[in-house]
């Protein structure tokens, strides 16, 4: 009886570790973003996780932080350097540390949403991204759009002398801002929060955003015209701490691999029924949207051309890059 009374014992403590193995604590990776919910990016985070979690049976928890809960982007882009956090999603940004990496949003590049997916999922993502991990310390998962940014005005532009001396807000980014200018645009850098007022006011005449961001706070209210110049793709990403990726086993690594191209392709799927909504959105309001003649069009990438020296002062294989995107054109 006693030594039934052992077995039953053993047999007891065998299952409670059997139990406390099944439920093991899964491994928390934190995740930064600057876009409130709702957002491509967000979605597309929210994605990773969700796939992730489910191709590593639980293993893995994805915590995501949108709105830039984690701090603004140069704060959380330093805590994924350092380790502290272990993911972030973020654009142009880290070319302070890999100036190529301006060149995902290099202007009037690509022509569609096609092209530059083919683009992001081939050669020109991979050379945008050569040597980038040795310097940043972090590691580029994908390649996702958030959008063509496309000018909304008070007037109607149907040629680049339209442009000429127009007042038009820009991001405070070098590469923004010598485009507008190749345009004849007179440029306005300011806080894109700080835009409706300027309209309002009649500091600036217009702008430029993606068709989300134009739904989203009405613009086509106050300034009605929107034309599909698409003059620059803002494309975003997910980065992950190099050395942590480097310390997990050959089949994790698969699976962020996996749940990181998933998740792309699903913000890639996603952006164009985006698109489509929020034009039916901006038509409804009372905006007028306008496709530019081939002149004017022609006229756009001639000055974004004439910007793409930036690019050749700064980034060693930048015709590689260029050439590259250029070979996927309808393909």
């Not at 923004?176 to 309209?199: D, H, R, W």
């Not at 068709?211 to 009405?218: C, G, H, P, T, W």
Request: with cysteine; aromatic share 10%.
């Amino acid at each position: 009886m006693k030594k039934l009374g052992i077995l039953f014992l053993a047999l007891a403590v065998f299952s409670l570790g059997v139990v406390a193995n099944t439920h093991a604590a899964a491994v928390v990776i934190k995740m930064a973003g600057m876009k409130p919910e709702g957002e491509p990016e967000t979605l597309g985070m929210h994605k990773f996780g969700e796939l992730l979690k489910k191709y590593s049976n639980g293993k893995y928890a994805v915590e995501v932080y949108p709105n830039s809960q984690l701090g603004k982007e140069d704060a959380y882009i330093a805590s994924t350097r350092k380790g502290t956090i272990q993911m972030n999603a973020t654009g142009t940004q880290v070319s302070a540390f890999h100036p190529a990496m301006a060149m995902l949003e290099t202007p009037m590049l690509f022509e569609n949403l096609e092209h530059a997916r083919r683009a992001m999922e081939g050669k020109t993502f991979e050379h945008i991204n050569a040597g980038f991990s040795e310097k940043s310390g972090l590691r580029t998962l994908n390649a996702f759009p958030l959008g063509f940014r496309h000018f909304y005005s008070k007037k109607p532009l149907k040629s680049m002398n339209d442009l000429k001396g127009l007042k038009m807000r820009v991001p405070n980014i070098p590469l923004y801002v010598n485009f507008a200018k190749e345009c004849g645009i007179s440029g306005q850098p300011m806080p894109f929060a700080e835009v409706p007022a300027a309209l309002d006011q009649g500091v600036i005449d217009g702008g430029d955003s993606p068709f989300a961001d134009i739904a989203s706070l009405k613009m086509y209210e106050i300034t009605p015209q929107i034309t599909m110049s698409g003059h620059i793709l803002i494309i975003h990403a997910l980065f992950i701490n190099e050395q942590f990726y480097q310390s997990l086993p050959a089949q994790d690594k698969e699976w962020i691999n996996k749940a990181a191209k998933e998740s792309a392709d699903y913000v890639w799927d996603l952006i164009a029924e985006l698109e489509t909504k929020a034009r039916k959105e901006i038509t409804d309001g009372g905006g007028t949207i306008s496709v530019p003649s081939k002149e004017f069009r022609d006229g756009m990438v001639a000055a974004g051309k004439r910007s793409w020296k930036l690019f050749y002062d700064t980034v060693p294989n930048a015709k590689e890059i260029l050439d590259s995107a250029e070979g996927y054109k309808n393909k």
